[in-house]
């Protein structure tokens, strides 16, 4: 354990968490909604400071970024918790509960791991991100010593003030936008959509390479006007922030049919009015998957799963075809 930041005392020992949204009043000996930060007689503390439940090199379209370094690996690691309690969680495993294998980790045996393996790139990813706090602060500033670039993979659910102390030291993120229906955020997820909107416009605004990912749930999410709305609120931000819109399969205590894929192939075609680099995820098809040039239509990076085949870009960055700029970090 560690203590926590961003967290005032109270009266009769309980304790404000400031972290994220939820800004729970914590009573002694009872942990917050993230289940990870406790209070023990009116202190704050991290249990999952230091443990590691997954850590894995991966494709870098995985987590999905695909304008960040297109085709190179990134070392990815995780804990568990997680401040959303959303009924179709992936890795439910971990963010819901402590799972039985962990390996614990000190910052300065992470750095030793990540020079080792000579990674270039580091993820934070699998379970959330933001309640891992304090490691994570704890390691970026030891691993942007060595030029090694830091991405997290998030909600997006954190307060202001704990994201600009980290956002000098984050290179690029993917942010979940969970849709653009409050009810669903409240009674599916556990949250509200505003910060994570906050979320993002702070970590652009502060040149952090962005990419969103909406994950498209049958009942629950799937408004098609709804869903405009979010498109138009990204183009809004800029245009040319790449959205990967995914396909829902049944999971943890969600239990309606996969997304229909027709429905996904209008969305795409209906995002593509707003934004730039659209593509959908968990569909395996290379004519979603892959970056075309958004002036001349120009087949730029071809994707199929993760073969990565980068082409018609110059070395400027720009389309051969009719050399547009194009906004990706090689």
């Known amino acids: 354990m560690k203590e926590a930041m961003f967290y005032e005392k109270l009266e009769n020992k309980k304790v404000k968490c400031n972290l994220c949204p939820h800004n729970c009043i914590i009573k002694n000996n009872l942990t917050g909604i993230c289940k990870v930060r406790k209070n023990v007689d009116g202190k704050l503390y991290s249990l999952n400071y230091g443990e590691i439940t997954a850590i894995s090199n991966d494709p870098i379209e995985k987590k999905p970024l695909f304008h960040f370094y297109p085709g190179e690996n990134i070392l990815s690691l995780g804990t568990w918790g997680c401040n959303f309690k959303c009924a179709f969680c992936q890795n439910s495993e971990i963010s819901q509960e402590r799972p039985y294998s962990i390996y614990k980790i000190e910052p300065k045996e992470l750095v030793e791991i990540v020079l080792n393996k000579k990674a270039k790139m580091v993820a934070f990813t699998y379970s959330e991100p933001i309640v891992w706090y304090e490691y994570i602060f704890d390691v970026v500033a030891l691993l942007k010593k060595h030029g090694i670039k830091i991405v997290l993979v998030t909600n997006g659910y954190i307060n202001k003030e704990p994201l600009k102390k980290l956002i000098p030291y984050i290179d690029a993120v993917n942010i979940d936008l969970k849709g653009f229906n409050d009810e669903f955020y409240k009674k599916i997820i556990g949250g ?139």
């Open 192 to 330: 509200n959509k505003e910060p994570v909107m906050e979320t993002i416009k702070l970590c652009f605004e502060n040149n952090i390479h962005v990419e969103i990912t909406t994950l498209v749930v049958t009942n629950g999410n799937d408004n098609e006007k709804e869903l405009e709305q979010l498109f138009k609120w990204i183009s809004n931000i800029s245009k040319d922030i790449p959205l990967h819109l995914s396909r829902y399969y049944p999971s943890y205590k969600y239990k309606e049919l996969p997304t229909n894929i027709y429905f996904l192939e209008k969305l795409y075609n209906t995002a593509k009015k707003y934004l730039n680099y659209v593509y959908l995820g968990n569909v395996w098809d290379e004519k979603y998957e892959s970056t075309y040039c958004p002036e001349c239509n120009t087949l730029l990076i071809e994707r199929n799963g993760y073969n990565i085949k980068i082409q018609n870009i110059d070395e400027k960055g720009r389309c051969k075809n009719c050399l547009k700029k194009i906004p990706i970090i090689f």
